[in-house]
Structures are given as C-alpha cells and as structure tokens.
C-alpha cells in the first residue's frame, strides 16, 4: 500500500511540473533571459535591415504582427506612444509583420498594412515566420503569434508579452488586464534605459 501512494506522489509531482512547464510555454517565460536570437530579416522598410547584435546599447521592443487582428490593432496606439515617448532616450521599437498564411506576403502590402495602424518605425517582413520560431518556438504550445519582447542593452530578454493586447485603459473595465501589461512594459522600458 506505501509503494502505491509513493508512487502516486512521484506521478502527482512529475504531472504538475509537466503542466507548470506547458504554462510556462504559453506566457513566455522560457524565454526570458536568454539571449535574444538574430532576426535575419531581408524586407524591411523606414530603416536598413537590423540586427539584434547592431541593437546592443539599446533597449528594444519588437511586436509581431499582421493585418486583421485586432489585437495588433489595439496594441498599435500603444506602440507609437513607446516610439514616440523613448525614442530619443534609446528605445528601438521594431514591428515584425508576420502574414497569415506564412508565405503570403508583400512590402507593398506590409507598408500599407503598417501606414492603416499609423506605424511608422522600422518594420520588418517575416514571410516565413523563420524569425517568429526562432525567438517564440513551439508556436503550437504558445497561444498566440502577436508576441511582444522586451530586449536590455545587452541583448538579453527581458520581458515577453505572450499575445494578445496591450494598451491604456480608457473606460472600459473589460481592458483592466490590457493597461496592466501596457503600464508593466512602460515601467520596464524605463527601468531598463536607466540601466548600465
């Protein structure tokens, strides 16, 4: 009877490590702290190509996104708000425009997508979603594409935003967990400009 409940404890406690892992997967959190993978990225427009390499000294905030989602499309104002507000202080905010179906795709198109949402820092074309699984892999165990992350000085992850929107509340109850994640990234962004 013991070797029964010793091992439905090992089970009980290698189970829940299984699904603390996959929850983990979903919000990002095996990202942070690595160090941030190129993005190899050939189309882009409002900038040369960039590199996360080139980018050290900054701090970088990069979005993946796509025309028809209405979480881009709410996280939109809160984008240019961060280009606009540190920019001159050493944010780099990069939008990735990441076509569903992968493979279908255009920079006429993304410009045109991107100039829609008012986005007018550097964009990039991730045709293939190659850059996308470099730095969000396992995209079946992840809810969402429209990723954000959050890049020190020194090239390390620091924060990732799983999907979804972020933005200030106006309002509208119903967006208390959006301008929660919109007031953590800006307080984030400030402390990682002060940082060394």
């Known amino acids: 009877m013991k070797a ?8 009980c406690v290698a189970g829940s490590q299984y699904i ?12 942070l702290g ?16 960039l590199e996360i390499s080139t980018l050290r000294g900054k701090v970088v905030l990069i979005r993946w996104w796509t025309e028809g989602c209405p979480f881009c499309v709410a996280t939109a104002p809160a984008l240019r708000e961060f280009d606009r507000k540190y920019a001159s202080r050493g944010l780099r905010v990069i939008g990735i425009f990441h076509p569903k179906p992968p493979g ?14 008012g986005l007018r820092f550097p964009l990039a074309l991730d045709a293939e979603w190659s850059a996308l699984n470099r730095w969000w892999p396992e995209l ?10 959050l890049v020190d000085k020194r090239g390390i992850i620091r924060y990732v935003h799983p999907g979804g929107e972020y933005h200030e509340a106006l309002q509208d109850s119903d967006h208390a967990r959006c301008d929660r994640d919109y007031k953590q990234i800006d307080h984030l962004v400030e402390r990682l400009l002060h940082e060394n």
């Open 34 to 49: 690595l160090v941030a993978p190129p993005l190899q990225l050939q189309h882009w427009v409002y900038s040369p190509a």
């Open 140 to 149: 079946e165990k992840r809810c969402w594409t429209s990723v954000s992350f």
């Open 20 to 31: 603390t892992r996959a929850a983990d997967l979903s919000r990002g959190d095996d990202r």
């Open 104 to 117: 279908d795709w255009s920079v006429d198109r993304m410009r045109a997508a991107g100039a829609r949402l």
């Open 4 to 11: 029964k409940w010793v091992t439905l404890a090992f089970l």
